[in-house]
T-cell receptor
């Protein structure tokens, strides 16, 4: 079967660093994506890890360990606008692939 | 920029009505997807399509059907709407051929009375 675990809520203050963990168990795993969704908005793509290791994109980094079925999203220098829900989504990597979205982690950034 | 549009932002229908939700993408993407999003449940895949006239069931296809007559358009059909189909419906598209990024439309919030 498939399972996906990420924390339901994380709180932090502006300027801090926060890590959102994701553990998964899926069939036909290709990689791990992360999406951001602001309240009332559509999910938007943040990052994709096909290989083990760290991918950095500005203030955001994403990590994958395929052997541990584990990944995380690291957000640095938090800003108020980072308050949103963050979804990890294993899958992707082939033409007919789908993504399995978790329930999401709501990040609340306070002043 | 990829643009995915959905026919309505808000929709109110009555139980038993047939409901059509339309999605159009303008980037010649191969893959298109329909999700529903409910509080506490995240995004759940209803149906997807990787080519014209092709469709595959997702995790929760019961009560829904889809149509993809043209590459750019993917329709979700609720044959007989029920109150438990009140939800936010999100359409997405991706390049296919290993394209991982899904681009989402703004969503349609459907209320079934």
């Amino acid at each position: 079967g498939q399972s996906l675990e990420q924390p339901s809520e994380v709180t932090a203050v502006e300027g801090a660093i926060v890590q959102i963990n994701c553990t998964y168990q899926t069939s036909g795993f290709y990689g791990l994506s992360w999406y951001q969704q602001h309240d009332g908005g559509a999910p938007t793509f943040l990052s994709y890890n096909a290989l083990d290791g760290l991918e950095e994109t500005g203030r955001f980094s994403s990590f994958l360990s395929r052997s541990d079925s584990y990944g995380y999203l690291l957000l640095q220098e938090l800003q108020m606008k980072d308050s949103a829900s963050y979804f990890c989504a294993p899958g992707g990597g082939s033409g007919y692939s789908t993504l399995t979205f978790g329930k999401g982690t709501m990040l609340l950034v306070s002043p | 920029d990829v643009k995915v549009t959905q026919s309505s932002r808000y929709l109110v229908k009555r139980t038993g009505e047939k409901v059509f939700l339309e999605c159009v993408q303008d980037m010649d993407h191969e893959n298109m997807f329909w999700y529903r999003q409910d509080p506490g449940l995240g995004l759940r895949l209803i149906y997807f399509s990787y080519d014209v006239k092709m469709k595959e069931k997702g995790d929760i296809p019961e009560g829904y059907s889809v149509s993809r007559e043209k590459k750019e358009r993917f329709s979700l059909i609720l044959e007989s709407a029920s109150t438990n189909q009140t939800s936010m419906y999100l359409c997405a598209s991706s390049l296919g051929q290993g394209g991982e990024t899904q681009y989402f439309g703004p969503g349609t919030r459907l209320l079934v009375l």
